[in-house]
């Protein structure tokens, strides 16, 4: 039996009298079907024709397809995909541009000046390859992404075979691309019609930036404009303390009590931070069906807080994990993400147990999926679902005893990643990118850097 997974992939086996066709077996691995279980099978296999699985199990009920590529996945673990519910996949180019500073200082005195200078048409395509490069390489295989110019980071995602939530800038002043803010809507509009429809791996969505960015009447039409395509809402809520004063200050309400006055909230929204959320705020927020996407190290790294996600998982929200962009964390790196987020969760009340391992991974891959409502299609190693699928390498020392696969919250790592396979095609295969050449993705950005020197 091969132990390597290079040598691993074959286009012919053994005649059999399966009745059904199979494009893609993976066998000979260590199975996760759901992250929300516990359960694993040692020696399993999955079967997946075009882009959907269609049988799994242990391998003695594993099948022999007379054609179709084959993976032996031995010593490696599948499971589902890692979903980074929020992401500013151009912003790659600022990665390690303005470092520790206060968000306020951060965002006025040099993200978004950076941002009207920098951000162009190009800039937004050849930073979300790089963003996707680094996202497919760490096992992400579905993005939330929220910027300008979305049609070229659309565009982008779609050639690197990343799935993706692509979510069009709405904020009231000028910005890339939409120099009138009052025009902000009639693009987002155009974007999401553009979209809607075209692929099966980009779902187009509506990011209102935030509620001390967007005024009563910019808020109110975004969510009403959402409504009327059927798509995503997604914005920047509770994040710091200064904007809770901020917003108490004009509205005499909490940001989450302000959106719930003005009817911006349902089960379409969904609140990315939520760091400075009382117990009320909970309580609206999960009585409208609220998603919420924490993204704990963006939040460390700018000090604006720790997100209450137990209380959160207590009520049964959905919740999800973001990396943010690069600029604030600087990775999109999903396993680092998990790790942080269960080890500063326990600190706020000195439990050590207050939320575990599982909560997180869940988060990580199907809580992701459910909270931008993609859960009857992703999030799961079942028959039926899409088969966006990573194979980590187990045998790993890092890895090594291997018990559960709550393991990788804590002891994963971007470097186990040996293949990727998204809408049931590879693509990564043995940690190289089988979809696009980056080194020249990483040619354009370089170029585009030396720009802001």
Known sequence: MQHTLEAQITKKLHPTTFFMTIDLL????????????????????????????????????????????????????????????????????????????????????????????????????????????EMLLS??????????????????????????????AIIDFPAPGVPDPAKALHVAEAFIDSWTGKTPLITPALFAHSPYTCCTETLVHAKKLARQKKVPFFMHLAETADEIQHIHQEQGATPVQHLEAI????????????????????????????????????????????????????????????????????????????????????????????????????????????????????????????ADIILLDIQNPQLQPFYTANTLVYSGSASTVRSVIVHGQLVVHNRELLTFDLNETKKHVRTLAEQIK
């Open 26 to 133: 993976i066998k000979n691995c260590h199975l996760v079907p759901d992250p929300a279980k516990n359960e694993s099978i040692p020696h399993g296999f999955i079967a997946i024709k075009d882009e959907r699985i269609v049988q799994t199990g242990p391998m003695d009920q594993c099948p022999e397809p007379d054609k179709g590529t084959v993976i032996d996945g031995q010593g490696h673990l599948a499971m589902s995909g890692l979903v980074n519910g929020h992401c500013h996949a151009p912003m790659t180019l600022f990665r390690g541009m303005a470092d520790d500073l206060v968000l306020s200082s951060w965002l006025n005195e040099h993200i978004f000046p950076a941002e009207a200078k920098h951000v162009s048409p190009e800039m937004a395509y050849w930073c979300s390859k790089l963003a996707a490069a």
């Open 139 to 168: 096992g992400t295989t579905t993005v939330a992404d929220a910027y300008f110019f979305e049609e070229e980071v659309s565009q982008a995602f779609l050639e690197t075979g990343i799935r993706a939530m692509p979510a069009q």
């Open 263 to 386: 009817g911006v909230l349902d089960t379409h929204t969904v609140c990315v931070h939520a760091v400075w959320v009382n117990a009320k705020d909970i309580d609206i927020l999960d009585t409208h069906g609220c998603s919420v996407i924490s993204c704990p190290q963006s939040n460390l790294k700018l000090a604006s807080g720790i997100a209450p996600v137990p209380l959160m998982l207590k009520k049964g929200m959905r919740v999800g994990l973001g990396t943010d962009g690069c600029a604030s964390n600087n990775t999109l790196d999903m396993f680092r993400e998990m790790d942080i987020c269960a080890k500063i969760q326990k600190l706020p009340a000195l439990d050590p147990v207050g939320t575990p391992a599982e909560n997180i991974l869940h988060a990580a891959t199907i809580g992701g999926a459910q909270a931008l409502g993609m859960a009857d299609d992703i999030g799961a190693l079942i028959p039926g679902n899409i």
